[in-house]
């Protein structure tokens, strides 16, 4: 089993930063890629990114493009979303996920990002 515990989010004013950082636990081994998603109040969830776990490679949504940055530390077992230039928009619960070489996903519990305007 894997245990994914994201920590970071809060209250910021539009414009300005944040850092959640997700911590993996368990059997981390077993993970090839990990991904942050996003789920505002009466929306759908929405990816936000994606990581592999060994070489790095990214990807973003549209929405979050040239904003965001994903990266992990391989000897942490942590993955990071730095979030710039936040806006309003950006408002939402933030899940980490990890995903095995079967395509099960393991999620996090969440943490809230408000962006006041």
């Known amino acids: 089993q894997v245990q994914l515990v994201e920590s970071g989010g809060g209250l910021v004013q539009a414009g300005g930063s944040l850092r959640l950082s997700c911590a993996a636990s368990?059997?981390?081994?077993?993970?090839?890629?990990m991904a942050w998603f996003r789920q505002a109040p009466g929306k759908e969830r929405e990816l936000v990114g994606r990581?592999?776990?060994?070489?790095?490679?990214?990807t973003y949504a549209d929405s979050v493009k040239g904003r965001f940055t994903i990266s992990r530390d391989i000897a942490k077992n942590t993955v990071y979303l730095q979030m710039n230039s936040l806006k309003p928009d950006d408002t939402a619960v933030y899940y980490c996920?990890?995903?095995?070489?079967?395509?099960?996903?393991?999620w996090g519990q969440g943490t809230q990002v408000t962006v006041s305007s």
């Open positions: 990581i592999t776990w060994s070489g790095g490679s990214t």
């Open positions: 996920t990890g995903r095995t070489g079967s395509d099960h996903d393991y």
């Open positions: 368990g059997r981390t081994g077993i993970l090839y890629m």
